[in-house]
């Protein structure tokens, strides 16, 4: 990236300057500013040009995406989503680095260690498949003779994963196909239930990554890099976190979503059916790590430990307490509610060991006892630096360069680069074209630019979950890789289900057709003519005119094969 930024500051240096001879009188005066600019500039790109251009940098770099590969989870799930949710190889090499105060010399060991700690922790649950066979015979009397069975298929499914950037709760609904076949003397009915995902809700959630930071570049190296807290905790029973006896609304584990009858989701907490307003208290010693709003979690507090554990309490109607505060047990932390994915005011009281959800009865029966400890906590940790470092590391150098030599062109000046790049995008699945050619249709988008946008953010995967962005503190989702707000506001039911889901690749091509829609309109009653208006609708939709010109130059490819 460095070289192309010098590149580029170079061609731009050669116009300006002729310009400055011409017409400007002061133009040393301008030049001597401009040349502490560009030192700083080329300063800047000294340091993070070596991601992509120093060989120490870039052969450490394969070493470590080797070790964090070698250390992924196993994938059990029958629908293999671990995939989905592995540790990006480039956030353990961007801590070791930062750890290290950026030096050079790669610590295989640290790298190892890091990933265990903030490998994805995934929650299972099993499901039977069924089938069930309605199977008749004809006997020699013309009688039909009918027996009934059912075939059994063990499936295992996802339920939750935790990351190191937050929580992934995924949700399935029961669904059935039907198969007939009969003859003159044979029938058989099948009726098969199986599974399908819904959707997955998404809860930031920086306890294991923040740990992880004070623990390596912090706990272990004592070099102060930012401000960490330290509180000691004492241990022993937790309590129920408010006075009173009420009852268990909804238990730890598989139940029918509340929200969405015939789904299925796994309740990582317990529900307490507390009234409205009802004081709701810390249920042992910790420091407050989130106060505010969570997602489906509503108002929610979420209190830290020792020992990796920590306490949930979602749907709040109001929170007193702040981030970065110590309290001990008993203290009231918030009034009981029903915000967020409520159905009705309750208490949702969860414990997370490790990032990893585990049945909070058992704790406050007592069967099990909390820990004393040091609880860490960072109160102004630069977590984005580290993020986009580790983001700088995973990008392909081949977005940039392939784009060196016609960067000039900008909104119809110079020779388009989708007409010169030698692009060799893949393949279109089939059943994707008619999505994207009625879609296209119906929106006014070239059809092939959709495909390449879903090839160029997804390679075509409706289950894809990409990197943490730090600019929107979310992840982008499915093959058309939606921000949850871009989704929310412009999303369309494609296929006509009745649900509307990024993941599902219909529901994600309409919606990716109708945001590049509004976006050609706008442009165009501006007076932008039909090619840049185009241009502009894809530009919003990833911010950077290489993107728009990888997009064209692959929907050129899709045009000319398809």
């Given at each position: ?6 590149k ?28 502490l ?6 300063v ?6 070596a ?75 099993d ?6 066979v ?18 059994r ?17 995924l ?15 044979y ?77 299925r ?10 009234p ?25 507090v ?5 020992n ?10 109001e ?86 030599d ?125 090619l ?31």
């Amino acid at each position: 990236m460095g070289d192309y930024f010098k590149k580029y500051l170079k061609r731009a240096a050669k116009r300006r300057i002729l310009h400055f001879l011409v017409t400007n009188p002061y133009f040393w005066l301008i030049a001597g500013f401009l040349i502490l600019i560009s030192l700083a500039v080329i300063v800047t790109l000294g340091i993070f040009g070596a991601a992509y251009g120093d060989s120490t940098v870039s052969a450490n770099a394969e070493t470590a995406k080797s070790i964090v590969s070698s250390l992924n989870p196993p994938v059990i799930s029958s629908d293999k989503m671990e995939e989905q949710f592995f540790l990006p190889w480039a956030i353990p090499y961007a801590l070791q680095l930062y750890a290290k105060n950026w030096d050079d010399t790669l610590d295989k060991d640290m790298i190892v260690n890091i990933t265990k700690d903030l490998n994805p922790v995934f929650t299972y649950f099993d499901y039977d498949e069924v089938t069930q066979v309605w199977e008749s015979i004809k006997d020699k009397n013309g009688n039909w003779q009918t027996k009934y069975y059912e075939i059994r298929t063990p499936r295992k499914y996802i339920s939750r994963v935790s990351t190191y950037s937050g929580i992934y709760e995924l949700h399935y609904q029961v669904q059935f196909t039907e198969n007939h076949t009969e003859t003159e003397k044979y029938k058989k009915y099948t009726k098969t239930f199986f599974l399908v995902k819904t959707g997955i809700d998404f809860y930031p959630d920086w306890t294991r990554l923040d740990a992880a930071i004070a623990k390596y570049a912090y706990i272990d190296t004592r070099t102060n890099n930012f401000n960490v807290q330290e509180y000691t905790v004492k241990g022993g029973q937790i309590i129920k976190p408010f006075d009173g006896d009420y009852p268990v609304t909804s238990p730890f584990g598989m139940r029918e979503d509340p929200k969405n009858s015939g789904s299925r989701e796994f309740h990582t907490g317990v529900d307490f059916g507390v009234p409205e307003g009802t004081p709701i208290k810390a249920a042992a010693d910790g420091v407050i790590v989130l106060a505010g709003e969570y997602g489906g979690y509503g108002k929610a507090v979420v209190i830290r430990h020792a020992n990796g554990l920590s306490t949930v309490y979602g749907h709040l109607s109001e929170i007193k307490v702040k981030e970065g505060e110590e309290v001990n047990q008993g203290k009231i932390i918030g009034l009981s509610g029903s915000t967020g994915r409520s159905t009705g005011p309750h208490l949702h009281f969860e414990i997370r060991k490790g990032g990893q959800s585990v049945n909070p009865l058992l704790y406050l029966s007592g069967t099990v006892m909390l820990s004393d400890g040091t609880v860490y906590y960072v109160s102004d940790l630069d977590r984005k630096m580290l993020l986009e470092t580790a983001a700088s590391f995973m990008e392909n150098k081949e977005n940039i360069e392939w784009l060196l030599d016609s960067s000039d062109y900008s909104m119809g000046e110079g020779v388009p680069p989708w007409q010169k790049y030698d692009v060799k995008p893949g393949e279109i699945p089939n059943e994707l074209i008619p999505v994207f050619k009625t879609a296209g249709e119906k929106y006014g988008i070239p059809w092939t630019v959709l495909a390449a946008i879903a090839y160029r953010e997804s390679s075509f995967n409706p289950n894809a979950v990409g990197p943490y962005l730090p600019d929107y503190n979310t992840s982008a989702v499915g093959m058309m890789q939606f921000l949850p707000e871009t989704f929310s506001e412009y999303g369309v039911d494609g296929n006509g289900d009745g649900i509307i889901s990024p993941f599902e690749p219909a529901d994600a091509v309409y919606t990716a057709a109708h945001y590049l829609s509004t976006n050609y309109n706008l442009y165009k009653k501006k007076g932008y003519s039909d090619l840049d208006a185009l241009r502009k609708a894809i530009w919003h939709y990833n911010h950077a005119w290489w993107y728009v010109d990888q997009v064209m130059s692959i929907a050129e490819k899709y045009k000319e094969k398809y």
